[in-house]
């Protein structure tokens, strides 16, 4: 492979669904200056949100909402530059995995088309590191022609074409809900969105289904995946992820 000399900007479309995040973008853009292209589309913002992400140099789209799969295909489809990095406006690239991407990209071209890097979680004045929340590997950094997505109405999930992805170590901050209150609401919408989806695709759950994958859920966060290690807040958290396996099932229960 052609080798490559350092560069002060990476050949990579860092791609960010924007909509009212004026209050995490002074956070989020400037962790994004290691990528030479930052592509925003915006689906209705009422605050400074597409100034502020003018104002750092970023290419701004407005566009309609379509879902999150529909949307970010089409986000990811306008990238220009031959890799893609996938980041939300509640996360932030943290110092190490900037570094880290900077050596990925200094030497040869890197040899997968794909990596996955992990997020670590801060909520309620706290890092997360334990339970559902943490490790939390997901694909982020890919080839623009190496890509799929099926488009869900939420929790989309991209797949890598042509090989296996590699991991990397530094972390992503996810700087998730903005309080409690935050997190019940959009609990209740993915919960919505996701019974919605389930049912037109026929889905029919039986009438305990709901409290039993919930209890499952409560069991396995807090308990298997060391929840309890997070202490009061740990057991929240599971707690709240489990009611919002419930809410699902009530809601798809209903739908039948």
């Not at 990209?105 to 997968?112: L, M, N, Q, V």
Request: charged content about 30%; aromatic content about 12%.
């Amino acid at each position: 492979m052609p080798r490559r000399q350092p560069v002060d900007k990476l050949p990579v479309t860092a791609c960010i669904l924007v909509k009212n995040e004026a209050d995490r973008l002074p956070r989020i853009l400037p962790s994004l200056d290691i990528f030479e292209e930052i592509l925003v589309f915006d689906s209705g913002s009422e605050d400074q949100s597409v100034q502020m992400c003018l104002d750092a140099g970023a290419r701004v789209e407005e566009v309609q909402w379509e879902g999150f799969g529909a949307t970010r295909k089409k986000l990811f489809s306008a990238a220009s530059s031959p890799w893609i990095f996938w980041i939300d406006a509640d996360e932030v690239v943290t110092a190490d995995l900037a570094r880290e991407l900077m050596d990925l990209f200094a030497g040869s071209e890197p040899e997968k088309r794909g990596y996955e890097v992990n997020r670590i979680v801060r909520f309620d004045g706290r890092w997360i590191r334990h339970g559902e929340w943490f490790p939390d590997w997901n694909l982020r950094l890919f080839r623009a022609d190496s890509w799929s997505m099926e488009e869900l109405a939420v929790h989309e999930r991209v797949d890598l074409q042509g090989g296996k992805p590699d991991r990397l170590d530094g972390l992503l901050e996810h700087h998730t809900y903005r309080s409690w209150d935050d997190l019940r609401a959009r609990s209740e919408r993915y919960a919505a969105l996701w019974a919605e989806q389930q049912s037109a695709a026929g889905r029919r759950p039986f009438f305990l289904e709901g409290v039993m994958r919930a209890c499952w859920k409560l069991f396995r966060a807090f308990v298997l995946r060391g929840g309890f290690m997070d202490g009061i807040l740990g057991f929240k958290i599971a707690f709240a992820n489990a009611f919002e396996v419930y809410l699902k099932y009530q809601l798809l229960f209903r739908l039948r």
